[in-house]
């Protein structure tokens, strides 16, 4: 599989073939530690219960005071900067 390249970032994405959703063009992605997991959970729950918010915007919102780990995006070319430094994602 061809990897996304990551062009422009926010509002400046200029096409769908150019974005990563996986990772939101970062290359890389939080992972809850297990030890947060139900923290994690209960906190993005009772964000995206009014439902205004965006999702990536509720993780990003809800994982703050969680304990995490990166791990690299497999999909686009952002992600594979940072291939040695941390485990595959293997989320969708
Ligand atoms: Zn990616």
């Known amino acids: ?53 965006e999702m990536y915007l509720i993780y990003d919102k809800a994982i703050e005071g969680c304990q995490y780990d990166y791990h690299y995006c497999p999909d686009c070319e952002e992600g594979q900067k940072y291939k040695n430094e941390y485990p595959v994602y293997d989320g969708i």
């Open 1 to 53: 599989m061809e990897l996304i390249k990551n062009w422009g970032v926010g509002k400046n994405i200029t096409s769908k073939e150019n974005f990563c959703p996986k990772c939101n063009n970062r290359g890389r992605v939080k992972v809850v530690r297990e030890c947060d997991r139900e923290k994690f959970d209960r906190e993005f729950d009772r964000l995206d219960a009014p439902g205004t918010m």
